[in-house]
């Protein structure tokens, strides 16, 4: 199956400090949406998008929706340790209703 | 509201023996489930897209008769992996559309080695 782009594939920053990544496609989707998993457990859903160029708040993480529908990204302010974790764009086609990952972004908080 | 619930949460099998893997919405419809696998460090590949009352949808290279998916009701999809081989050693994950403003919700997963 197609899997989307993303960068950076991992990412070491002190606590406190802001967080940037990124999902393309070469593909146009309708829906992107971003998730964060744990070791061991399924992706739990942080913020979903719907329209181009939709820029969405959820606490201390922001997401926007490309323009041009095949890119995404995911800004993360004043982190902490619990953010931890690994990151994954996803995008949702309608045409087919299918439904891709990234390759995800693995983040370390040192505190 | 929106949770999905996979079971079991981890099963070990004989190589050549079958096993089946639940994913059910607990408090919505769901009329689309998706069958993800995932291996160590990398990221949810999907395998298939199942619809409620007709035939999965694969993805390019998965098998469809080792990996039998049935989706008999709006609140159930099931994963069957036929003769299992120590390369399907896995996680399976399992994720539900609500069609709504919830995204997409997903199981916690299924850890499955075969020995």
């Known amino acids: 199956g197609q899997q989307l782009n993303q960068s950076p594939q991992s990412m070491f920053i002190q606590e406190g400090e802001d967080v940037s990544m990124n999902c393309t496609s070469s593909s146009i989707f309708n829906t992107w949406l971003w998730y964060k998993q744990d070791p061991g457990e399924g992706p739990v859903l942080l913020i979903a998008l719907y329209k181009a160029g939709e820029l969405t708040s959820n606490g201390r993480l922001t997401a926007q929706f490309g323009i041009t529908r095949k890119d995404s990204f995911l800004n993360i302010s004043a982190s902490i340790p619990s953010d931890v974790g690994i990151y994954f764009c996803a995008g949702h086609s309608n045409t087919g209703n299918q439904f891709y990952f990234g390759t995800g972004t693995s983040l370390t908080v040192i505190p | 509201g929106a949770v999905v619930s996979q079971h079991p949460s981890w099963v070990i099998c004989k190589s050549g023996t079958s096993v089946k893997i639940e994913c059910r919405s607990l408090?919505?419809?769901?009329?689309?489930m998706f069958w993800y696998r995932q291996f160590p460090k990398q990221s949810l590949m999907l395998m298939a897209t199942s619809n409620e009352g007709s035939k999965a949808t694969y993805e390019q290279g998965v098998e469809k008769d080792k990996f039998l998916i049935n989706h008999a009701s709006l609140t159930l999809s099931t994963l069957t992996v036929t003769s299992a081989h120590p390369e399907d050693s896995s996680f399976y994950i399992c994720?539900?559309?609500?069609?709504?403003?919830?995204?997409?919700?997903f199981g916690s997963g299924t850890r499955l080695t075969v020995v």
């Open positions: 994720s539900a559309s609500t069609g709504g403003s919830f995204g997409y919700t």
């Open positions: 408090d919505f419809q769901a009329t689309t």
